[in-house]
């Protein structure tokens, strides 16, 4: 009996194994969706201070916890389900998303809650990356790792 022979490029990519292509969608989806927020928290900080040590101060409470908590996180990441890691970091990213919504919805978002909030989701997001790069070796044979 023969199996057929895949061609084409996507033939030799991590991208046919169908867990990694689900996962690198989401953290796609996941890096426009941050991408976004700061656009939007940008542009509210503008519109509530005109100041462009606030608005720097967006993008910092975005990236700052990167810097910050990497390394714990890491150390978290490798000591527990890497799955209820991510799980954990996008239930804090959308915790964060959520109240802000409901926040400018309603009319109150006020810079320091803006900051604080873009540094949850920072936050989660920084929960996220260490779960997120150690799982790919899970999800890809050990011969495509290089490639994924």
């Not at 939007?40 to 462009?52: N, V």
């Not at 239930?91 to 409901?102: D, E, N, Q, T, Y």
């Amino acid at each position: 009996m023969t199996t057929a022979v895949k061609t084409g490029w996507l033939a030799n990519s991590p991208l046919r194994h169908r867990l990694f292509l689900g996962v690198w969608i989401g953290s796609i989806c996941l890096g426009f969706g941050n991408q976004i927020q700061l656009v939007g928290a940008s542009w509210a900080m503008t519109e509530m201070t005109h100041s462009p040590r606030m608005v720097a101060l967006v993008t910092f409470a975005l990236n700052a916890p990167l810097l910050l908590f990497s390394m714990a996180f890491g150390a978290l990441s490798d000591l527990h389900d890497k799955r209820k890691v991510i799980l954990a970091a996008y239930a804090i990213m959308g915790s964060g998303a959520a109240a802000l919504a409901l926040l400018g919805y309603t009319g109150n978002l006020q810079p320091g809650l803006l900051l604080l909030l873009t540094f949850v989701m920072g936050t989660g997001f920084a929960l996220n990356m260490p779960s997120w790069q150690s799982s790919v070796r899970e999800l890809v044979p050990m011969e495509e790792l290089s490639s994924a």
